[in-house]
């Protein structure tokens, strides 16, 4: 098994960051985000990780060049990414497609991917090694919307790590869009297998706009008991296996346990865990926010290629000494309660609140939101080199856990769940975590 990450020590040499533009000359014009792509709360950048083993058939091949060529062409077909953001009256952001480039970063680290790499994996806790935060670079407006580090191992194996500005993408446009690269990567020509599709107005706010339903998620609350986010935060990975889903669901009755999924079981476990964990007031309203995805939806027939923010995260409202207290399948109806709001009307609902009510700022004080990217793709991208051994979210925020797959050493498929967490906090949250699995010392949580 591999160290813990934390306490490695390990050196990266970077050189100096470059752009990459488009490989060939391409449209000069201004391209206006969705309502739902220009939010406050997508004002931020994302990053995702991916590590690959080193592969005899590529001896020779070198994942920099490889990268770096297939970006530049790919860009081609993707260049709103090349640009840069502007804003327009009410703050409305729009792509500037100047074509020039994003941020790319070639690295050496002195370490071996198993090195990184056990029964579970922390990207949080390295991230700032292998994805360099280039001063200046992490703005919303006249920035690079896109910085990428490739970084090889003293194995052979190597890691793509990039940053995105979300309010260009969600996880499955970027998914998309990794696509394009790694087709070219692997030496395809002419279009991309999917083409690109921009069509942000597809999501614009309804003339007139009509609210239909009730947006807990963006409720504003003054918060008279701070709930320890501002305090020195620490990033820890969970892998959950069948053995440990199986210890959860014999939480619940058998009624609940068959009838509910993972995804709602996992989540309101999490949310029980991480509840008790910060140890709130029970009477303090707070909330569960699940990133629901409007692809797919019935009503709701978003463009093949459409590469933007196509997900909302409808919230459910409850007392924290309910779910700190109560047997775990009330947290359960609770997450089912939040997923089920999710339609094609309410994502153009939620479009429709936020010009109306000046693009506000999800509800901070209480709320906890996760992001399920089991099924997004991330752990299929193939530069080459094959599926990468982990690839997903590479760090979790204060409010927000993303949920990756992820093989552990002895073959098993599970969930890795990404934490955010005050320090003393998150010790508590590893002892609930432990209480409600029966967890010994030498479990997967140490």
Known sequence: MAPSPSSLMFTVRRKEPTLVPPSKSTPQELKQLSDID?????????????????????????????????LAEALVFYYPFAGRLIEGPNRKLMVDCTSEGVLFIEADADIELNQLIGDT??????????????PGSEGILGCPLLLIQVTRFRCGGWAFAIRVNHTMSDAQGLVQFLTTIAEFARGAEGAPSVP???QREFLAARQPPSITFQHHEYEQVIDTTPD?????????????????????????????????????????????????????????????????????????????????????????VSRAGMISTSPLEYAVEEVKKAKARMTGEYLRSVADFLVTKGRPLY?????????????????????????????????????????????????????MVLMCLPETAMERFQEELKKMTGEHEDGPFD
């Open 228 to 316: 320890d986010n501002n305090k020195s935060m620490t990033h820890k990975s969970f892998f959950f296996g069948p053995k440990e889903i199986k210890a959860i669901r014999s939480h619940l009755s058998p009624h609940h346990s068959s009838t509910s999924t993972r995804f709602e079981v996992l989540t309101a476990f999490l949310w029980r865990c991480r509840t008790c964990a910060l140890g709130l007031d029970p009477n303090k309203t707070i909330r569960i926010s699940c990133i629901a995805n409007g692809r797919g939806k019935h009503d709701l027939h978003v463009p093949r290629g459409y590469y933007g923010n196509v997900f909302a995260f409808p919230a459910a």
């Open 363 to 415: 509800t901070v004080s209480g709320n906890y939101i996760v992001s399920d990217t089991t099924r997004v793709g991330f752990d299929t991208i193939d530069f080459g080199w094959g599926k990468p051994v982990y690839g997903g979210l590479a760090r979790a925020f204060p409010l927000i856990s993303f949920y990756a797959r992820f093989k552990d050493n002895r073959g098993e498929d599970g969930t």
């Open 196 to 198: 690109p599709v921009w």
């Open 38 to 70: 220009d939010q406050e709360g997508f004002r931020f950048h994302f990053p995702v990780i991916m590590f690959y083993k080193r592969k005899l058939s590529m001896e020779g091949e070198d994942p920099v060049k490889v990268i770096r060529e297939a």
């Open 121 to 134: 994996i922390d990207p949080g806790t390295y991230l700032d090694e292998l994805l360099h935060d280039v």
